[in-house]
């Protein structure tokens, strides 16, 4: 079974627009992390947000917020007032914690490939 | 203010020839994780390594493909008789410690195109 599934491929957003990626988990751990990352074309991996397992609040992060939703066991990226910059791939992750207290490597899913219109 | 650096950034190869990609940690960092990414596709998990230890290998391939972080110097990915199928970005991300929190991201280098003619 896949343990991060982005269903959107790609999506359009109009600039100034608000626009959420989904993403969806697996694990039968309680202790672990989401994160967005995001990729433009230059090919860097650039790190934006995360959410731990036990946060009650969501993160935000300027322009970024993640909706998280537990029972669910999804962890949506909602940027706001989208920019040209922001076109690039996204990818979400996750890193699920180890009983010895130590972490797993990050999981990806298969990103979404955001594009910003003007 | 040196983030993870990896080279070289652009690698051609032909095949049959041998690639060697490197990851210099972040400073206080000594824990390294190689990611490799096919076009179109997320980072897959290659391989975990410490200071002299390899700490999870699951991801790598079981031939030609091997990894080292010695005591001095950068992390070495190396693949021996590269094939077309190599090519891809090959990304290095570095953590203090391997203790470090689930809740700790990983930062990456810029990564290494890999591309086998």
């Known amino acids: 079974a896949q343990k991060i599934t982005q269903t959107q491929p790609g999506m359009f957003v109009q600039e100034k627009e608000a626009v959420t990626l989904d993403c969806t988990y697996d694990?039968?751990?309680?202790?672990?992390?989401l994160f967005w990352y995001k990729q433009p074309s230059s090919g860097e991996m650039i790190f934006l947000i995360y959410?731990?397992?036990?946060?009650?609040q969501n993160a935000t992060e300027g322009r970024y917020s993640l909706n998280f939703q537990k029972a669910r066991k999804s962890a949506n990226l909602v940027i706001s007032a989208s920019q040209l910059g922001d076109s690039a791939m996204y990818f979400c992750?996750?890193?699920?914690?180890?009983?010895?207290?130590?972490?797993?490597?990050?999981?990806f899913g298969s990103g979404t490939q955001l594009t910003v219109l003007p | 203010n040196a983030g993870v650096m990896q080279n070289p950034r652009h690698l051609v190869r032909r095949r049959g020839q041998e690639a060697r990609l490197r990851c210099s940690p972040m400073?206080?960092?000594?824990?390294v994780y190689w990611y490799r990414q096919l076009p179109e596709e997320g980072l897959k998990f290659m391989v975990y390594?410490?200071?002299?230890?390899?700490?999870?290998e699951s991801g790598m391939p079981k031939e030609r493909f091997s990894a080292e972080f010695p005591k001095e110097g950068p992390s070495i990915l190396r693949i021996q008789q590269v094939v077309r199928g190599d090519s891809a970005a090959y990304f290095c991300?570095?953590?203090?410690?391997?203790?470090?929190?689930?809740?700790?991201?990983?930062?990456f280098g810029n990564g290494t195109r890999l591309t086998v003619t």
């Open positions: 991300a570095s953590s203090r410690s391997g203790r470090s929190s689930y809740n700790s991201p990983l930062h």
């Open positions: 992750a996750m890193r699920e914690g180890r009983p010895s207290g130590s972490a797993r490597q990050l999981t």
């Open positions: 390594l410490q200071k002299e230890n390899i700490i999870d």
């Open positions: 959410q731990g397992s036990y946060d009650e």
């Open positions: 694990t039968s751990d309680q202790s672990y992390g």
């Open positions: 400073k206080g960092h000594s824990h």
